[in-house]
Each structure stands twice: as C-alpha cells, then as structure tokens.
C-alpha cells in the first residue's frame, strides 16, 4: 500500500494568504526553517496506478501538479484519481471537487450527512450536475458491522469509516445539532499483506471505539492542527479553542502526545498543521519534543509504503 501526501496544513494552507502570525510571516521573509504546505489530502494506492484521493482541498490542482502519478498518462483526457473519499463537507475538504469539474463524472464515498450538506448549505453535487452527469455518491455506512466497504479500483483495500465527534460546518443545516457520520475517521486494510492505517485530520478527543483500531494500525495520520488548546487566542488570530473546533491539542495531560506515548505498533504522524503551530517550525522546541516522542509531521510530497 502506497500513502502520498498530497497537503498537509489545515484550512488556508502555510503561509495562510492573509495571517501575519509568528509563523506565516518568518515564513514569507525566510526567517522559519519551515516547509510551505497546502490543505490536507492524501491519496492511497496499491498499484501506483489507480488512487483512491481522500478529500479534495481547494489546492487540489495544484497538488495534482505535484504528483504525476495522478495527472493524465493513458489516454488523451483521464486521471489517475480512481475514486473520492470525503471525510467530512468542509470547505477545505470538499471545494476542490469544482476544480475536478472537467473530469465528471467522479465517483465520491460520503456519508449521508455529508451527502446532505453537500446537496443543500454547499450544494457541490447539485451545480456539478451540468458536467457530463456530475458525481455518483456511493453511501458509507457508519453503523458498526455495516461501516466496512471495498472501491473497485482498489481491489485488495477494505475501509472501515468510524464516526467521530463532531460538528457540521456552519452552512449545515444540522450546524447544531450532531449527527454520526459528520465526520469520520478511515481505517484502510491491505487485506494481501495485512499491512494498514488510520487516517483522522479531524479527530477532537481519542473515544474508546477508536482506539481498538489506533493500536492495531501499522500507521496512523492523525490530526495536529494544534500544540495547546487556546493557541489561537494566544497567536492573536482568533478565539476559538481547539477543542470547540473539534481538534486535540498535541500538549498537555491528555493531549495526543500523551495518549501516542501509549502505542507501540504504529508509526505516528500528524497531519492537517494550523499555520499557528509551533511544530512547522522545524527548529522548534515543540519540534524537538515531538522527535523525543518519535513523532513525525506530514509535508506535502511525503511518501510512504506499507
């Protein structure tokens, strides 16, 4: 199974186009050791041929560039994007499927929260309706002993979607009122090697019904949006805390560090980094506790095989 890691930030990339945090300023003036990074994506193959992408950033076109693997190489017009996950209908999740118009008709996997978000507050399946039949949703089931599934274009791969806690984006029509299956964790399966991995970018607290499958997972790409809970506040760019955004600090008694210290199987990464966080610093002492911890940050272009 190949990981590629198409974007790693979390909403508005790195630098983000109008912050002049810490971070996003020693960015642009070359002061931050520090990678630029776009929205999160991954795509997952077992080929290297047919990729199954895993949400659709507004960067996707520029992420496609950067990936040959999914740019057109068989015939005149085609891709290598085999099929479409969503993991929740954000925004930076799901506005890149207008970018992906031309290419019509694509198969997406949501749940029908999403379904229902994306055909009402952000109707994205209703407007790509107009290119040549627009997408053909296939259902994820979160109910358990129904939540496993297998995309043809990935034959060998099982999906397992576990429903996390969550809130619906603000032009939901259920903003208030949660549901399972508004956002969802993936755990994937090479059922030919054994090989697996849990994906979460979105992950607000570790529930017991996730961590049967954290501990099982050879890899694990989870959500470090942010190192403490009030770090938008103090980087003076908002006042939301992280755990109200549905995002589990990194620091902290019960922070993702913390409860990584307990698994020993997994390789650990973190995925979907605010344009706040200390830890895109590479020279960082956030960084370098991190690495104490044997934990690794996602960069846009980062490879894996399992």
């Known amino acids: 199974m190949k990981i590629q890691v198409l974007g ?8 983000q186009w109008n912050c002049n945090c810490n971070n996003c300023r020693g960015m642009r003036e070359g002061t931050l050791k520090a990678k630029a990074r776009t929205q999160s994506s991954i795509a997952i193959s077992v080929d290297g041929t047919d990729w199954v992408l895993f949400n ?55 749940t029908d ?21 627009g997408l053909k ?42 549901h399972p299956g508004d956002n969802i964790g993936m755990f994937i399966e090479d059922s030919e ?16 019904h996730l961590r049967p499958y954290m501990a099982r997972a050879d890899l694990l790409l989870v959500d470090g949006t942010i190192w403490r809970d009030d770090e938008l506040l103090v980087s003076g ?5 992280g755990v109200t ?5 990194q620091s902290g008694e019960h922070g993702m560090i913390s409860y990584l210290d307990t698994l020993d ?26 690495t104490e911890h044997g934990i690794e940050v996602a960069y846009d272009g980062m490879s894996i095989a399992l």
């Open 245 to 249: 955004m549905g995002h589990l600090a």
């Open 113 to 133: 929260m999403v379904y229902q978000d994306l055909t009402s507050g952000f109707p994205v399946f209703t407007m790509l309706e107009h290119w040549n039949g």
């Open 137 to 178: 949703r296939r259902r994820i089931d979160v109910r358990e002993q129904h939540n496993h599934f297998r995309i043809d274009k990935a034959p060998g791969l099982v999906f397992t979607a576990i429903p996390l806690t969550s809130s619906a984006p603000p032009y939901s029509p259920h903003r208030n009122d949660p």
């Open 56 to 110: 659709t950033s507004p960067d996707i076109l520029a992420q496609i560039a950067a990936f040959p693997a999914l740019q057109p190489a068989r015939q005149i017009r085609d891709t290598g994007i085999a099929s479409i996950i969503l993991m929740d209908s954000q925004i930076d999740h799901t506005t890149g499927l207008l970018m992906l118009r031309e290419g019509c008709p694509h198969e997406v996997w949501c």
């Open 237 to 241: 760019v908002g006042d939301k805390l």
């Open 193 to 208: 090697s054994g090989k697996s991995v849990f994906y979460a970018p979105g992950l607000g607290r570790i529930e017991d």
């Open 8 to 15: 790693s930030a979390a909403g508005g990339g790195f630098p």
């Open 265 to 290: 199987k997994p390789r650990k990464v973190l995925i979907h980094i605010n344009n706040t966080n200390p830890i895109l610093d590479e020279d960082s002492a956030e960084r370098a506790q991190l």
